[in-house]
């Protein structure tokens, strides 16, 4: 089976001679849930960043979904960018819009510019948004403005939207770190299904490892740039983890 | 040490130009006392004080209906001509990453040192171009409006949040896209408010302009005042404190609605 993510030598730096990234070397099946573990600054937001052409490596090849990201012009890593759906640990949502229309935030790479920048979707798209969110257990509160949801609905939102976009792969960049205890549970447990029922492929940055023991399929361990550790979650013992969170070897850049 | 020196020394030098600036004018005490003897009287006649009075100051209603109407006019077309000009400058006076620096930096400064000119030097600028009236006073209020709000504009892109803008990129939005998604949701309410806030600012404004010819209420204030129209001039200035609160009250509600 063809890699979902490949990754070759990749390397990158937003200032130069301060590397964040020092030849990161990794293949991710289809299907896959990666949870991505290391210190603050250790590169992880930067590697989900490379993955989906937010940030342009400095060096190597990120090839995603049969695509080298790095030579694809602007508007195909925008073709590219609407089978890779993105959650943050800020939400990042539109606070002031509603709730279906921040899924349907997932249908713009689908949507002529005209008529979505008039708010104008289909009505298959809409129905589509709506079916979404009931997937995610909010059926009921799409008209709701999403600033008077709670943190976990405020998630479950942001995943609806990857799957409105049709997602093949979901990065998450610490999308459970502002949660709190059974929600961080709730938001795996339907990140888990969603890889489960649709191959969906999983890319998760992670500060919370026995979190990412429980519902990763595979563990990555990022210091300083590199991928030190690289197991399934058992492997990941206390040996294991003091190595990888190593504070004497933080770069401070990230 | 030194640092310490240094603040001792330049608050002394701040003391001793406050009380040079208090002792200049503190010289010309005798004009206060002609003010307060004379001024007196002249503030009284600003109010009705019969019945006669009363009668006059209503009958004036109808004669200041068109000069009201043309000071909202000019605080109007001011405040929307200005907007538009400002909105799409603000663009390349914002450090959002698109525009090359120095190309910032010279709009940045130009508004800077545009926005140091009151309203009331632009309207007597304006005046040889394009004569008395309200057009003069509209253009004036419109080139001080710009000004401003380009600056306030620029800064309210600057202040975005970068996280919506990564999420609908990564959705695949395009730069219109994320524009009217990411970025319009976030700087809406603060373009609202600084509009609204630079209406009322222009409707006194619009007054003051009218002073030196620009037409409505200002100058039929100016006309009132030099003719010791005293009585004229008292109802003048009380339509414009009633016209320039009931626009505020409106301005605030709608900046809360939308905040």
Known sequence: ?254 | MLNRILSFLFGAALLVFVVWCFLAIGTQVHLTKYGLHHGGDYFAKLFPRSQADWRYALKLGPDLWQPLIETVQMAVVGTVAGMLLAFPVSFIAARTGSVPGPVIAVVKTFLNMARAVPTLIYALLVIPLAGLGAQTGAIAIGIATFISLAKLYAEALESVSVGPIEAVRSAGGNAPQVFVYAMLPQVFPLYLSTTLYSLEYNLRDSFVVGIVGAGGLGQKLSNAVNLFEWLDAGVIIALVIVLVNIVDYFSYRVRKVFS
Do not use: W
């Open chain 1, 1 to 254: 089976m063809p890699n979902a993510i490949a990754i070759e030598n990749l390397t990158h730096a937003y200032k130069p001679g301060v590397p964040v990234l020092r030849g990161v070397n990794l293949h991710i099946q289809p299907g896959e849930i990666v949870g991505l573990i290391g210190l603050s600054g250790a590169g992880k937001s930067t590697l989900l960043r490379c993955v989906n052409g937010l940030v342009q490596q400095t060096g190597g090849s990120c090839t995603v979904l049969g695509q080298a990201v790095e030579s694809l012009p602007e508007g195909s890593k925008r073709l590219l960018r609407r089978r890779i759906g993105m959650i943050f640990q800020e939400f990042n949502l539109m606070e002031r819009l509603t709730v279906r229309k921040n899924v349907l935030i997932g249908r713009l790479g689908y949507t002529a510019t005209i008529p979505s920048c008039l708010h104008r979707f289909s009505a298959a798209d809409v129905r589509l948004a709506d079916d979404c969110l009931a997937q995610v257990g909010l059926a009921g509160l799409e008209m709701r403005r999403v600033r008077d949801l709670s943190g976990g609905q405020k998630q479950r939102v942001a995943i609806a939207r990857t799957m409105a976009q049709g997602a093949e792969i979901v990065l998450a960049d610490e999308a459970t770190a502002n949660l709190d205890v059974l929600t961080k549970d709730d938001i795996m447990e339907l990140l888990q299904n969603l890889s489960r029922e649709k191959k969906v492929t999983l890319l998760l940055s992670m500060h919370d490892l026995p979190l990412a023991k429980r519902y990763c399929t595979r563990i990555i361990g990022l210091k300083s740039g590199r991928i030190t550790f690289d197991a399934a979650p058992d492997a990941l013992d206390d040996e294991a983890i003091a190595d990888v969170l190593d504070r004497a070897s933080v770069p401070g850049a990230g």
